[in-house]
T-cell receptor, first 111, second 115 residues
Framework: AQSVTQLDSQVPVFEEAPVELRCNYSSSVSVYLFWYVQYPNQGLQLLLKYLSGSTLVKGINGFEAEFNKSQTSFHLRKPSVHISDTAEYFC?????????FGAGTRLFVKA | GAVVSQHPSWVICKSGTSVKIECRSLDFQATTMFWYRQFPKQSLMLMATSNEGSKATYEQGVEKDKFLINHASLTLSTLTVTSAHPEDSSFYICMILGTSGREQYFGPGTRLTVT
């Protein structure tokens, strides 16, 4: 079975500042890892995913994440955020079949 | 990648009635579809795994008699919320996996409000 923990429920940050949203997972099998963004009253949009290979994954909108197997983490980063990045971010883990989501992190970008 | 649609995108119904939500894979034959539920300001919780031509597999705590799932074809799965109550008001999202199991395709979601 897999589990996902997003360590911060809310992250306030000023515009143009860097941000890191933390995600830890546990699994007894190899996993695929995902980050999704959800804007108010909308569905999920895939930011990036780790399937295999390079542990540094680049996604859309300037986001990137690094898979750290020893620390079982998959933290999401962006060097400079915009107001439009304000949204809910979900980390998800899949053992190749079921996908389990973290509780979500609300990123709030302030002017 | 695959395109997944859901119908309706939103629905309001009276307490005690039943509501059917469709999830369609428009360009991909999906033997398995997943149904998630998202309450306001919460995360997505897996409700059930829908398998084409067989019974769905429900997660612990999800009432199979209340949430009827039918996966009659490789491109369509339906979720029927029977005798809906206000506590069933939620955002329902379906997802399919790509052939390798590594690609995920989500539908846009259906917002159900039970009055």
């Amino acid at each position: 079975a897999q589990s996902v923990t997003q360590l911060d429920s809310q992250v306030p940050v000023f515009e143009e500042a860097p941000v890191e949203l933390r995600c830890n997972y546990s699994s007894s099998v190899s996993v695929y890892l995902f980050w999704y963004v959800q804007y108010p009253n909308q569905g999920l949009q895939l930011l990036l995913k780790y399937l295999s290979g390079s542990t540094l994954v680049k996604g859309i909108n300037g986001f990137e994440a690094e898979f750290n197997k020893s620390q079982t983490s998959f933290h999401l980063r962006k060097p400079s955020v915009h107001i439009s990045d304000t949204a809910e971010y979900f980390c998800a883990v899949s053992g190749g079949f079921k996908t389990i989501f973290g509780a979500g992190t609300r990123l709030f970008v302030k002017a | 990648g695959a395109v997944v649609s859901q119908h309706p995108s939103w629905v309001i119904c009276k307490s005690g009635t039943s509501v059917k939500i469709e999830c369609r894979s428009l360009d991909f034959q999906a033997t398995t579809m997943f149904w998630y539920r998202q309450f306001p300001k919460q995360s997505l919780m897996l409700m059930a795994t829908s398998n084409e031509g067989s019974k769905a597999t429900y997660e612990q705590g999800v009432e199979k008699d209340k949430f009827l799932i039918n996966h009659a074809s490789l491109t369509l799965s339906t979720l029927t919320v029977t005798s809906a109550h206000p506590e069933d008001s939620s955002f329902y999202i379906c997802m399919i996996l790509g052939t390798s199991g590594r690609e995920q395709y989500f539908g846009p979601g259906t917002r159900l409000t039970v009055t």
